[in-house]
């Protein structure tokens, strides 16, 4: 399983894509629909979980698209 992709708001204006711990940014793109764009491709990838982060930098959305431990019954 890879790192969990974030995207989040760029410092210097726009949006980026970050892997979890990672320094700089994979990816820096205008509009935050990009960013979600790229960042599912690179986790379903990498099969790791994508974070969305919203303006203020809080966490507004997950997905995951890894292995799930605990699949939905049913």
Known sequence: MGKNQHVAPHPDGGWQVKGER???ATLRTSTQKQAIT??????KNQRSELVIHGVNGRIRAKDSYGKDSYPPKG
Not at 38 to 43: H, N, T
């Open 22 to 24: 990672n320094t700089k």
């Open 38 to 43: 790229s960042a599912q491709g690179i986790a």
